[in-house]
């Protein structure tokens, strides 16, 4: 190395030790000003450690509340679910006409207006149509199927035409079973409520129609939801 590179080492040594000289000399001053003027400061540095203990005991019961209100939620979202299932028995036994009014008179119970079930050979692809409690008209596709069949992508693309047919502002899909992947796509992305099994259960045991719509497009797809479903219905 040359005469340069080791003056420029030298320098920027005797600068660093002049920065720690001066951080020890510092803090010796900082150390010396409290001890002088301790009886004056003490009480704002008890006061300053007891309200950081005071905010992480806050922070820690926040944490904690949070925790434990999830686990709740998620349990009785569970149980909600459950329930709802026991009150499908009497459903899976009803024609698909006597599916129709209750779907129908579900739709009464939550506010709806100008219900009626046009179900029929020529129903243009709606079972019930009527107005939600805002006034938006409405047209839905009940379909009573066996747990384990699911509703396929042009049951789905039916109702999209019926909705244009009737004019209608929002469809609903209701079904006893669930949605294959297709159709809950087809539903997501043209804003049909897809009621599939859990969720009718759901509805049938006292969630209003609205509430169904803040979790539309959930339940089916994750791999825990798909066992539990085999489990549930063998399938």
């Avoid at 009940?142 to 049951?155: F, I, L, N, Q």
Wanted: glycine share 14%; proline share 2%.
């Amino acid at each position: 190395m040359g005469r340069g590179g080791r003056g420029r080492g030298s320098a920027a040594r005797r600068r660093r030790e002049a920065g720690q000289r001066a951080a020890v000399v510092g803090g010796v001053a900082v150390l010396l000003l409290l001890t002088a003027s301790w009886s004056a400061v003490w009480p704002y540095l008890l006061g300053a450690a007891v309200a950081a203990g005071l905010g992480g005991l806050v922070w820690w019961l926040w944490r904690t509340d949070r925790i434990v209100r999830g686990g709740d939620r998620e349990w009785r979202q569970a149980d909600a679910v459950a329930a709802g299932r026991r009150t499908l028995a009497e459903v899976d036994a009803m024609s698909g006409t006597e599916f129709e009014e209750l779907v129908a008179e579900l739709c009464r119970r939550d506010g709806c207006t100008e219900v009626r079930r046009v179900g029929g050979s020529h129903d243009n692809g709606a079972d019930v149509v009527g107005r939600l409690p805002d006034g938006r008209t409405m047209v839905v596709q009940c379909k009573r199927y066996a747990p384990h069949r699911t509703v396929a992508g042009r049951e789905m693309r039916d109702l999209m035409g019926a909705k244009v047919h009737f004019g209608a502002d929002v469809a609903v899909f209701v079904t006893t079973s669930r949605f294959s992947a297709p159709s809950q796509a087809l539903a997501v992305e043209h804003g049909i409520l897809a009621v599939h099994r859990d969720h009718l259960g759901l509805w049938n045991n006292g969630t209003s129609l609205p509430a169904l719509a803040g979790v539309n497009g959930a339940g089916q797809g994750d791999r825990e939801h798909r066992a539990r479903w085999r489990n549930t219905y063998g399938t």
